[in-house]
């Protein structure tokens, strides 16, 4: 029999309907955070869109009590990037993607990082980062007294990707600056149950599949898993896309179909649902990436019509105002535009909601 093809189309509308964008729904803060499997959090304010857009009801604070509970942690994970992610996730994640945060200090820092003495390095900062939260510019003093000749931000990140650690609030929570403590996961959260490859795989799929091995590389930040998965097809459902590329799936998960109704959404800065893919067509047009992706890793937010990313926004504010600014990339119906517009206004009073005075305008 041969292998079924699934449309550009039907592969957004699996996406969205994983990623709780077809429509709001009900769920907790910290079930929508495991089901999402985690949300990027470079900066403090997105996932608490990344929820808002996606949750009924969802509150600010919903997601920092979580976070003072110990319930949800920030941390860097996939990617070598700072993720939430609810404190069992950690403890399951964060050593199956060990290579990679090992990978990403040779590829951040190069020459700078050739021959750092790994070991020393964990074993001097493990008990400061044990004995109370340190800022990344306090372990870098202490590691510096070790090595004085070596690159102090190297240094530092070496032991972030080598020893498990996760920001204590406020740090991480919303409006907090770039400033935030680190401890050792272990002396935050106590000792978890490890996953395993396979166990990751699975959350990839049931959060962004039916997706390829370099889907999943790109998503977790790995490489060369080709073999590893080889084993792990097991149970799980082949597909292939429009180009004959093959892709994964659990057997019990959505697949929509292609013509389900997807509504207007605002999504925000460095939103997972547009970065976990090798090929990203099934939610952001080749032609658009340039004007979302930056130079220095950004993300724009951006907004979906049709399920399908249509342009970026922001939000700035004055002393009185709150301003949110829609640019599209392409021209839009007035139908879109009163549904943007909609939707937008409940996005400036979550945001913004001490201004006294909200505006909406379209570049």
């Known amino acids: 029999m041969p292998t079924p093809v699934l449309t550009l189309r039907q592969l957004n509308r699996a996406l969205l309907a994983r990623q709780m964008l077809l429509e709001r729904e009900s769920c907790a803060a910290l079930e929508a955070v495991?089901?999402?499997?985690?949300?990027?959090?470079?900066?403090?304010?997105?996932?608490?869109?990344?929820?808002?857009?996606?949750?009924?009801?969802?509150?600010?604070?919903?997601?920092?009590?979580?976070?003072?509970?110990?319930?949800?942690v920030r941390?860097?994970?996939?990617?070598?990037?700072?993720?939430?992610v609810s404190a069992a996730d950690h403890h399951r994640f964060r050593p199956v993607l060990q290579p990679a945060l090992s990978r990403a200090l040779n590829a951040f820092f190069g020459q700078r990082a050739k021959g750092l003495n790994l070991e020393q390095l964990v074993e001097v900062a493990r008990p400061f980062l044990e004995s109370e939260p340190r800022t990344t510019g306090e372990l870098r003093r202490l590691l510096l007294t070790l090595e004085p000749e070596r690159d102090g931000d190297a240094l530092?990140?070496?032991?972030?990707n080598h020893l498990p650690l996760v920001q204590v609030p406020p740090g991480g929570t919303w409006g907090s600056g770039?400033?935030?403590?680190?401890?050792?996961?272990?002396?935050?959260?106590?000792?978890g149950r490890p996953g395993?490859?396979?166990?990751?795989?699975?959350?990839y799929l049931a959060a962004f599949g039916p997706a390829s091995v370099m889907d999943f590389q790109a998503w977790a930040g790995m490489t060369q898993l080709k073999k590893a998965i080889e084993p792990l097809k097991a149970g799980l459902r082949c597909f292939r896309d429009e180009q004959g590329i093959e892709l994964l799936d659990l057997p019990d998960a959505p697949l929509p179909p292609a013509e389900t109704p997807a509504p207007v959404r605002l999504m925000p800065e460095y939103?997972?649902?547009?970065?976990?893919?090798a090929d990203r067509r099934r939610i952001i047009a080749d032609q658009h990436r340039p004007k979302v992706f930056l130079s220095a890793a950004r993300v724009r937010a951006?907004?979906?019509?049709?399920?399908f990313v249509a342009g970026a926004w922001k939000i700035e504010r004055t002393k009185t105002a709150a301003r949110l600014t829609f640019e599209p990339f392409e021209p839009l119906s007035p139908e879109t535009r009163d549904a943007l517009i909609a939707e937008g206004e409940r996005l400036l009073h979550f945001v913004e909601d001490s201004a006294a005075l909200f505006e909406i305008e379209f570049l």
Do not use: C, K
Request: glycine share 6%.
């Open 178 to 191: 770039s400033r935030a403590g680190y401890v050792t996961a272990e002396a935050w959260l106590g000792p």
């Open 75 to 84: 941390a860097a994970l996939m990617r070598s990037t700072l993720h939430l």
């Open 196 to 203: 395993d490859l396979r166990s990751l795989l699975h959350r």
């Open 34 to 72: 495991e089901r999402l499997a985690g949300l990027q959090a470079q900066i403090p304010n997105p996932p608490y869109l990344g929820l808002w857009t996606r949750l009924q009801n969802f509150q600010r604070a919903d997601l920092t009590q979580l976070m003072e509970q110990r319930q949800i």
């Open 302 to 307: 951006t907004f979906l019509i049709d399920g």
């Open 271 to 277: 939103d997972n649902l547009i970065i976990s893919h």
């Open 156 to 160: 530092a990140y070496a032991v972030r």
